[in-house]
T-cell receptor, first 113, second 109 residues
């Protein structure tokens, strides 16, 4: 099992550009999450999904979009990148409803200049 | 959603036992308590989860008193590699996990 994989590892975007952060898990987990972590801070939930075709907003969804067409994949789309979106992005998955036993990917470090 | 409070930082030395306490005064009946560890430039890693009394695994122990308004993560005989940020989360079904700033543990030689 590879667990949760994320691509790319690093990316530099110019203001106004768009990109998709990829997340894939091979554990057949229904629950998936996208977080961002700013330097010295905790993680903030952007979007989450409870299964294929079902997504919902987290704490900081503005400027982002997600889709969940399969159990395995949960891509995060940034439209019109802004410097405030410079952060490290983590994807996670979980096997059970309400369980905080989440498995995290290695992260994507994004810089918007 | 139950709010948690933990110390911002702690220092220890190799070989010592470290106890990190988390306060969660408004924990609900169906809430569980979960702890994560995060190394620099890595995603958080699940350490331990419990509901009441004591839970132990190969990494740590979790102590939860009867009123469940706090919990203590115990790391036995820490080493330099235990230097990390430790997060306490409380949940009972909410899909919005909340990671605070955590406790930054520094282990000195």
């Amino acid at each position: 099992n590879a667990g949760v994989t994320q691509t790319p590892k690093f990316r530099i975007l110019k203001i106004g550009q768009s990109m998709t952060l990829q997340c894939t898990q091979d554990m057949n987990h229904n629950y998936m999450y996208w977080y961002r972590q700013d330097p010295g801070m905790g993680l903030k939930l952007i979007y989450y999904s409870v299964g294929a075709g079902i997504t919902d907003k987290g704490e900081v969804p503005n400027g982002y979009n997600v889709s969940r067409s399969t159990t395995e994949d949960f891509p995060l789309r940034l439209e019109l990148a802004a410097p405030s979106q410079t952060s490290v992005y983590f994807c996670a998955s979980s096997p059970r409803q309400g369980s905080y036993e989440q498995y995290f990917g290695p992260g994507t470090r994004l810089t918007v200049t | 959603l139950a709010k948690t409070t933990q110390p911002i930082s702690m220092d220890s030395y190799e070989g010592q036992e470290v106890n990190i306490t988390c306060s969660h005064n408004n924990i609900a009946t169906n809430d569980y308590i979960t702890w994560y560890q995060q190394f620099p430039s890595q995603g958080p890693r699940f350490i331990i989860q419990g509901y009441k009394t004591k839970v132990t695994n190969e990494v740590a122990s979790l102590f939860i008193p009867a009123d469940r308004k706090s919990s203590t993560l115990s790391l036995p005989r820490v080493s330099l590699s235990d230097t990390a940020v430790y997060y306490c989360l409380v949940s009972g079904g909410s899909y919005i996990p909340t990671f605070g700033r955590g406790t930054s543990l520094i282990v000195h030689p």
